[in-house]
């Protein structure tokens, strides 16, 4: 089976979140399942310069304001790429959708519209002659357009799914970028990329596609209703036959703590010692109290509202006061930023914050931490609870989405039978965050009982093996549906 996955991110070459890593393992599962999965992929800078083996496959004229070359490729991790290398789209450098200024680039609409045709169109079987989907797998509203440039190419054409990472970023513009597009103006209207007189990217992915997939079963089931759908639940909704949600998995080849060269000391489940040995060297990194005894709580995070950080921010002196410490990693709102760098300033060695993005930290704060907070208040899947679990670090998380669906809390009657690998907490208040703080706290002194919860997590499968297996089924059935 022949996939292409059309996107704007896949780690290790580009990464602003999770989409990155779902784009840079799910076509590796597929790989090693036989399948014959690729991905296409923006050629911003940072991906020219970390992909292998670039070779020209075709050019492209005029593609939304300019010319292009079509870039076959392989990613340091085996992935076959196509890059579309437009640099009047895609010649900059940092963040791929805003600018310095921390706002979207108002030109995104042109930018992600030709990353979606020429997917189309290399999916149809247009632009590598030796090549062609028989599945074309957008991602997020950057490839929203994808399926519905395909459905003007001529019959037959490959089926088509999309994913939603998140539905908070839906890729609205102005009706007026619509006439740049290149589609037809019968596609604008309630029934197609028109929602509420802007063009919806996202929107357009649901609706020109044959499948629609999220990243959790829970978070499937929220989007679908008034309060989580975003003002799209009707519409997804009323394709409900046609969505699924897939648990993600993580890459359990990158996120090994018994191989990890980002570690201060490997260890495994059948080897544990080591984990106590990158607490250390963690609290030394960041200038925390070296105590073996302290719990060390982390966050890895876009420092959002919509990640709950507000409501842990409040909570630092409660968990300065009971003898915790808190590592925190991640960039987002300002404000945020600002009140967990002024908490490293009031509470020096018990709390630390990097501001910004630091792969080889984030593996560290996971080997060394003895849990992770994850509190949103949506979270389609997330991805950080799934590696603290292969690192015996325990997840402190809402019960939404996929965290509702990855972490068993670690209530009474499951201790009793032996099971829970974390602590959930409903609803997402601050009084909530609290008890289930001073739940971890409890935990944490009953030592036995807390190797043991760090245990069953690492026992767990996170990995892509089960995911990839959903999504091929998905595929088999939609090639074997006859219209």
């Known amino acids: 089976m022949r996939v292409l996955f059309v996107a704007s991110e896949c780690f290790p070459l580009i990464k602003t979140g999770g989409l990155a890593d779902v784009i840079g393992a799910l076509p590796r599962a597929l790989t090693a399942a036989g399948d014959d999965a690729r991905v296409l992929l923006p050629a911003f800078p940072a991906v020219k310069k970390a992909a292998l083996k670039q070779k020209k496959m075709s050019e492209i004229k005029d593609i939304i304001g300019g010319d292009a070359v079509l870039l076959s490729a392989t990613a340091p991790t085996g992935v076959k790429l196509y890059l579309l290398d437009a640099p009047h789209l895609f010649d900059m450098e940092g963040n791929p959708y805003q600018g310095t200024d921390g706002k979207d ?31 074309l797998h957008a991602h997020d509203w950057q490839a929203g357009l994808a399926s519905a440039y395909l459905s003007l190419l001529p019959a037959p054409r490959p089926k088509t799914v999309f994913t939603i990472h998140n539905l908070a970023f839906q890729g609205l513009f102005p009706k007026t970028t619509f006439a740049g597009l290149g589609l037809p103006s019968s596609m604008f209207n309630q029934s197609g990329l028109e929602y509420w007189d802007q063009v919806g990217f996202l929107k357009a992915g649901i609706i020109y596609s044959d499948h629609t997939t999220t990243v959790s079963p829970t978070y499937a089931r929220e989007i679908q209703t008034d309060d989580g759908g975003m ?39 059948k080897v544990p010692a080591g984990k106590a040995k990158n607490k250390t060297a963690l ?28 409501l842990l921010a409040g909570a630092i002196p409660h ?11 991640g960039t987002g709102d300002k404000d945020l930023e600002a009140a967990f760098q002024k908490a490293s300033q009031s509470h020096k060695g018990h709390v630390a914050t990097v501001i910004g993005y630091d792969e080889p930290l984030a593996h560290l704060i996971q080997a060394g931490a003895d849990a992770i907070f994850v509190p949103s ?43 829970g690998n974390g602590i959930q907490f409903s609803p997402v208040t601050f ?7 001073d739940r971890f706290f409890a935990l944490f002194r009953d030592k036995r009982t807390f190797s043991a919860i760090r245990k069953r997590g690492m026992k767990q499968d996170v990995s892509w093996q089960q995911p990839a297996d959903r999504y091929r089924q998905i595929y088999l059935t939609l090639l074997n549906h006859t219209n």
């Open 105 to 135: 680039r108002p030109d995104n609409h042109k930018r992600f519209a030709a990353l979606a045709k020429v997917g189309a169109s290399l999916a149809h079987g247009q632009l590598d002659g030796k090549w062609q989907a028989d599945i």
């Open 231 to 269: 003002g799209l639940g009707g519409l997804l909704k009323s394709r409900a036959a046609h969505v699924s949600g897939i648990t993600n998995g993580i890459d359990t080849e990158v996120w090994d703590p018994e191989v990890d060269a980002s570690l201060a000391a490997p260890f495994s489940l």
């Open 283 to 310: 609290q030394q990194q960041l200038g925390l109290e070296v105590d073996k005894d302290a719990p060390l709580f982390c966050v890895i995070s876009r420092l959002t509202e919509q990640k709950g950080l507000d």
């Open 319 to 329: 968990i300065i006061g009971n003898g915790g410490q808190l590592a925190v990693l």
């Open 377 to 419: 208040r949506f979270e389609p899947c997330g991805l950080t609870q799934l590696c603290a679990l292969r690192y015996g670090t325990v997840p402190i998380v809402a019960r939404v989405g996929g965290l509702a669906d990855t972490i068993v809390d670690t209530n009474d009657a499951a201790l009793m039978a032996g099971a």
């Open 431 to 437: 009084d909530s965050l609290i008890a289930a703080i």
